[in-house]
Structure formats: C-alpha cells, structure tokens
C-alpha cells in the first residue's frame, strides 16, 4: 500500500452536510477542554494543576497525561473544525472519551449534576459518527480526496 492509497482511505467521506455541525460543534467544545488543560484558559488549571489532578485519580505521570488529554482535545478539536484528518482525530478523540468516561465520571452514574458521564458519553458517539463518515463535504479532508482522485 502506497502513501497516496493510504491517504485517501484516510480523507475519503461521506458527501454530506451532516457531519458539519458535529465537526464545528464538538470541535470548539473539544479545543476549549484542552485550552483549559494546556493554558489554563477558560478557568482551567494548567498543565501543572491537570496533572497533578490527573496523578491523584491514579492517571500517572500525571503532567504526561495531561499534555496527552490536552493536546489531543485542543489540537483535535482545531483538526475537527477544518475538517482535516477528521477520522484519525475522531479515534483518538473517542479514545480520549473512553479514559474520562472510566476514570473519572461511570462511578458517578449517568447524570452531568453528580459528575456523570452523559456529556462524556455524547462527545464520544460524535467522535465514532465522525469516524465512521468523515469530515463530509465541506471538509479539507474531502478537497484532498478529491485531488488524489482527480490525479488517478
């Protein structure tokens, strides 16, 4: 298999609209998550306090894992805006979803009110529907398949 047949299975989508606002949605819920953990932005803690949070709940090296959660949240959720690698994104940002859903919020049932796992739970079926259909139409990742294609 050559870069460019990878590169497409990885860009090829669904030539909807559908997939726009879970895209923009979640990628701004997503980006402020991580700009709370990377930057302390939007009365987040920082990378020091995350992780130092992180490292009690038994996530260690706590300031590890939170630059990993930080940086796939922040960076992933700008990569779901644009539409660019949105299926790769989309796992690691469903993987993400998984670890908080375990680690912090499933002994607290499902409800957001006692720490619950429901907002944990939506995000992470946007991510598999991102997944499973692609960026969509409006997408870099859809201009790019339609190059490589173009070109075959």
Request: charged share 10%; proline share 2%.
């Amino acid at each position: 298999m050559n870069i460019k047949s990878i590169t497409s299975s990885i860009t090829k989508t669904e030539q909807s609209l559908s997939t726009l606002p879970l895209r923009l949605i979640a990628g701004v819920i997503f980006t402020a998550h991580g700009a709370q953990k990377l930057f302390a932005w939007f009365g987040g803690y920082g990378l020091e306090g995350t992780g130092q949070w992180m490292a009690s709940i038994g996530l260690t090296p706590g300031y590890l894992m939170a630059l990993m959660a930080g940086s796939a949240e922040f960076f992933g959720g700008l990569l779901l805006i644009i539409g660019f690698l949105t299926r790769p994104t989309s796992f690691v940002l469903a993987i993400t979803m998984i670890v908080a859903i375990v680690t912090v919020h499933l002994e607290n049932g499902l409800f957001m009110s006692s720490n619950g796992y429901e907002f944990a739970l939506s995000l992470l079926a946007i991510t598999l529907t991102l997944f499973i259909q692609g960026g969509g139409k409006h997408s870099i990742d859809n201009k790019v398949y339609r190059a490589l294609s173009a070109k075959a």
